[in-house]
């Protein structure tokens, strides 16, 4: 964590929020998506739970955020403006990986979506190691793990689904 109670007050209360939100939405979101791909073989349909999921877990997850704590206990600042980072977070981390399935074609939907899953997870993983001071490695692996059990419960429950 930096010395500096600026950067301190920066990191708690603009970069936690905002890392928060990025995991829950890359992450939160990427069961229903990848299993309603697998499920109905439609492109469109997985557009739009997926935006579906995205928008609804950031307005979840700013609610969540902003009605924690009063910032007054946790030095965390201003719940307005956590809950407003959070959430605008949680929306973008969800729909990066959505975008994809504005290609009609599924398979090419579904690769250039594990790739923006597998950026996603990276930069997140990079960022906790930069403002959170977690050890490269260890990050890299706690967030690929946890995205990749997510990832296997929505293909699986999508290929489950299907038969």
């Excluded at 809950?83 to 399935?101: C, D, K, Y």
Aim: charged share 10%; glycine share 12%; hydrophobic share 50%.
């Amino acid at each position: 964590m930096p010395e500096n109670s600026k950067e301190v007050q920066f990191v708690l209360q603009k970069i936690q929020p905002a890392l928060l939100g990025l995991m829950d939405g890359a992450v939160s979101t990427m069961a229903p998506i990848f299993a309603t791909a697998e499920l109905t073989k439609n492109s469109h349909n997985a557009f739009i739970i997926g935006t579906a999921s995205a928008l609804g877990a950031g307005i979840s997850m700013g609610f969540a955020e902003a009605l924690s704590d009063n910032g007054e206990v946790t030095g965390r600042g201003r719940p307005e403006s956590r809950g407003l980072i959070t959430g605008l977070a949680t929306a973008v981390g969800g729909m990066l990986h959505t975008f994809p399935f504005l290609i009609p074609d599924l398979q090419a939907a579904l690769h250039l979506a594990y790739a923006v899953v597998a950026m996603e997870l990276l930069v997140i993983a990079f960022a906790r190691y930069k403002f959170m001071n977690s050890p490269l490695a260890k990050t890299v692996f706690q967030v690929v793990v946890g995205g990749g059990i997510v990832f296997a419960v929505g293909l699986f429950l999508g290929r489950l689904g299907a038969q």
